[in-house]
């Protein structure tokens, strides 16, 4: 795969272990004859550690060689998520600390949810880039504050704590980005 053509959520062999790609930024030369640089910020996905990966415009990686499942989330223990397979109905169980951040959004109606499968290994989720999740706490709203774009925290039914405009309230359902952890909209 050349590295123009990475893209956010690909997944690639670096170093010998499946890579998933979370940001680029690309770096235009300034004198003639120099390569645009591509740099990545990817996750491994078998140590779940950060990796930074720096590209010229023709070299290339590898895509990993991944099947991704749809999955639903089922259930939490003390130690572990698990989901299952929508297709074969084979159950996986996640670690709570490997799955720290995508937890903020499980819900158990969440349609979208992938399992990345590695050699016949669940080693990870890919979350739908957005969710519904219902406002569970917040101050009262504001009447005609939407002219404005001041924001307050709610909490939502899942835990998470958001920044929401002025004029939302508790009961509400609106849509988050998973890869920012952001409010975008009313649902």
Avoid: H, W
């Avoid at 169980?93 to 992938?114: A, I, P, R, V």
């Avoid at 669940?122 to 999740?133: D, E, F, H, K, W």
């Amino acid at each position: 795969m050349q590295a123009k053509d990475i893209k956010r959520g690909s997944i690639v062999v670096y170093d010998g272990a499946p890579c998933i790609i979370e940001s680029i930024s690309v770096q235009s030369p300034s004198a003639r004859g120099a390569s645009t640089l591509y740099k990545y910020r990817a996750r491994n996905l078998v140590t779940k550690q950060k990796v930074d990966i720096t590209l010229r415009g023709g070299e290339s990686l590898d895509e990993a060689d991944f099947q991704r499942r749809a999955i639903k989330y089922m259930y939490a223990d003390a130690d572990n998520y698990y989901f299952l397979d929508q297709t074969d109905y084979n159950q996986y169980g996640l670690s709570k600390e490997d799955l720290e951040e995508e937890s903020n959004y499980f819900t158990e109606n969440l349609e979208g949810m992938q399992a990345l499968i590695y050699n016949g290994e669940c080693i990870g989720i890919q979350l739908p880039l957005t969710v519904t999740l219902v406002v569970v706490e917040c101050d009262p709203g504001i009447k005609g504050a939407s002219a404005t774009s001041r924001t307050k925290p709610a909490k939502l039914e899942t835990g998470l704590v958001v920044q929401v405009p002025e004029y939302l309230t508790a009961g509400e359902t609106i849509k988050i980005d998973t890869r920012t952890g952001e409010f975008l909209s009313r649902a």
